[in-house]
């Protein structure tokens, strides 16, 4: 995939080898203007100012929203910011009071100097786009600057359903794709022959086991995911059921280690609409624990996939079940109108709920890109990558096209 191209300002002036907005009172405070990182506000402690014709931001609040680590040298006054990822390591220093900075080293000239701003260290927005590769850009009519954050390596999971097979050339470029075979039927037993969640069918010398085998001979680890649902109750009468649960876990582990997969995928979805919410978390609890201990001597990982905390269904631990699987899936998404982008606002919520409780480099960023266009997706990558965490979920191949994989490449390592 091609480098995010970087962004200019429109209208913009050169200032001292830098691109600043267009002048305005110095010192004057920013008013309107407004801050959006890949497509969503960012948070400032301070607003914006302009000083001497160039827009000033607070300096750790956006580094670390775009995976930059600071830290501060009260003595000296300095501000050491390093970015590190697969092209190298960048350590950039800044001086109160200064406008001499180092990159790696060697010297740069900032027209504006860094400076304490309402208790706060502001720099000048434009350096961003110029050491630490992101995009910028200026809208006069609203007011907006907008800032476009550099491609990153992420984890990537890929589902793959029925009707999947036109993207199966896709599989290589996830680190993981998990293959939607499986399920729990509604008489709550684990089966394969499903009308909706079932095996394959041959096609000459195309077969599911080959697929699973091609995507790790690749590198790419597959998946065996199990889907259930509770609509009609059967997923509660597997929990409720020891021994028919006991039963559940031995046929997804056999079957996984049988047929070559390197991990489960566990979606179980409807939990927790209604009833006593303690007792059907206890009771996801305890067959997750089930299976990961099953699933761990046969070598295999576990991934939960799970409704959003802030949607309807309340039946989920997310404390305990990051606590016995290897990751979980955020399944952000199905909020309101499935035919439209996702509100940006609930992934948000629904992302620092669970930071809340699961530690970022756990949680995976669900996708279903059936919703979402070009543009959206790059914005649900760019809160994932905000927040730090491990990567995102793509729900799922055969739906992807063309342009929406194009723009994913220019946010995400794919």
Known sequence: MKMLSKLLLCAAISIGGYTALPAQPTQAAAGSVSIMLDGYPLPFPVPPAVMNGTTMVPFRAISEALGIQVEWNQAAKKITATKSDAAGSKVVILTLGSTNAAVNGAPVKLAVPPQNFRGTTMIPLSFFGQQFGAGVGWNQATKTVSITSSRKDMYTLGFYAQKSYSEVSLIPDFNAVAFGWSRIDRSGQFTTTSTDFWWPKADGDVTPESIVQNAAAGGTAPYLM????????????????????????????????????QGIGLDLEGLGLTGDKKIVQGQFNTFVKNLAAAARPAGLKLTVILPPLNGSFKGYDYKTLASLADDLVIMAYAYEDESKPEPL?????GIRLALEQVSKDKLILGISVYSEDETSVNAKIGLAKRYGLKGIAIWRLGLIGQPVWNEMGKSVEL
């Open 226 to 261: 199990v889907y259930s649902g509770d609509k009609e109750l059967e997923l509660t009468k597997n929990l409720e059921d020891p021994a028919l649960q006991q039963q559940t876990i031995s046929g997804i582990v056999s079957l996984a280690a049988e047929k070559g997969f």
């Open 345 to 349: 606002n609930m992934v948000d919520q």
